[in-house]
């Protein structure tokens, strides 16, 4: 069974940067897709950033946008998200997710979710 554990949150102003890493215990070269979503209080869970593992295509979400940056690392089965820029409104909590087939950021297509990792921008 595939486990993700997401870490990497935490507390940073307005403008800050963080860099979320997502840990596979399997090996992730056999998940065509690895996404992150994230869900802020009292709102439904977001597609943020997706990557495709066939030519490492990536998508993002329009309000991230030349802030973040998704990649994953096969070798070392984790995948990462670097984000820049913070605003509040990216407060939320994140996850990452991982799915057998092209995946986009619609979460319905991902198969395996982690626990979270809590992400809170202060202005």
């Known amino acids: 069974q595939v486990q993700l554990v997401e870490s990497g949150g935490g507390s940073v102003q307005a403008g800050g940067s963080l860099r979320l890493v997502c840990a596979a215990s399997?090996?992730?070269?056999?998940?065509?897709?690895m996404g992150w979503f994230r869900q802020a209080r009292g709102k439904e869970r977001e597609g943020v950033a997706a990557?495709?593992?066939?030519?490492?295509?990536?998508f993002y979400a329009d309000s991230v946008k030349g802030r973040f940056t998704i990649s994953r690392d096969n070798a070392k089965n984790t995948a990462y998200l670097q984000m820049n820029i913070l605003k509040s409104e990216d407060t939320a909590m994140y996850y990452c997710a991982a799915s057998r087939t092209w995946a986009g950021l619609d979460r319905e297509d991902y198969q395996y979710w982690g626990q979270g990792t809590e992400v809170t921008i202060s202005s």
């Open positions: 399997g090996d992730i070269g056999t998940f065509a897709s």
């Open positions: 990557i495709y593992a066939g030519g490492g295509a990536t």
